[in-house]
């Protein structure tokens, strides 16, 4: 007659009950995806302080002109753009192949789908600004950078067209720092007033709120 073997029941980590693990794992991003988090969020500041020196019109010279002659800025913020168009789409690419962890289940409806609508935006924004740059200095022509490197053009020259396309790109960085605003606005609510667990999904050593009072 065949032995049956008992099952060892699965040890959760000391003091984590296996409930709370499964929970942590079910609602924080990736160490990828936060690593991507991170560095677009570091870049897109950067990027958009370097092109508040470079277009500053004031008196000269200047502290921002000097800044920005003396890190070249205008080659930076050209270079990076680039690089901003490439690691978005590995970044979207990543999260339709992973997906992305569960809403916070304390959330309500409205709040969700607003959540959703910003992001969205967001990310079309990440796309749409850095290319209207590239294709904004492809039309001017201004592309080697650093006076060795040549980007590739995207569309031929035409210096008219070029004034257009880099207005849009301007404008359409605002309305990307408004939403990034509306989002972090929205981080600081949950986490100061609500208390849940919305910002630990990207930073998951933070814990609640809740557990601290």
Known sequence: MPISRKRKPKVAPAG???????????L?????????????AALIIFQFAAGLIMVYDGPKPNLLAT????????DTHKLLGVAL????LV?????????????????????REASHFVHAWIYLLMIAVPLL???????????????????PALLSPDRARSAVV?????????????????????????????????LRRM???LGTRKDET
Do not use: C, K, N
């Open 16 to 26: 984590v009950q296996p409930s709370a693990q499964r929970t942590t794992r079910h």
């Open 67 to 74: 800044v920005s002659d003396s890190l070249a800025l205008y």
């Open 28 to 40: 924080t991003y990736s160490p990828t995806a936060r690593v991507m988090h991170w560095l677009m």
């Open 203 to 205: 930073w998951p050593g």
């Open 91 to 111: 970044r979207i690419s990543y999260r339709i192949l992973r997906g992305a962890p569960a809403d916070e289940p304390s959330m309500e409806v409205w709040q």
């Open 166 to 198: 880099l207005a849009a790109h301007a404008a359409a960085a605002y309305v990307l720092i408004a939403m990034i605003a509306m989002h972090v606005g929205a981080v600081f609510y949950h986490r100061v007033i609500r208390r849940d667990g919305v």
């Open 85 to 88: 168009v490439a690691l978005v």
């Open 133 to 151: 740059g590239w294709i904004g200095v492809s039309l001017y022509p201004a592309l080697v950078v650093y006076g060795a490197i040549p980007l």
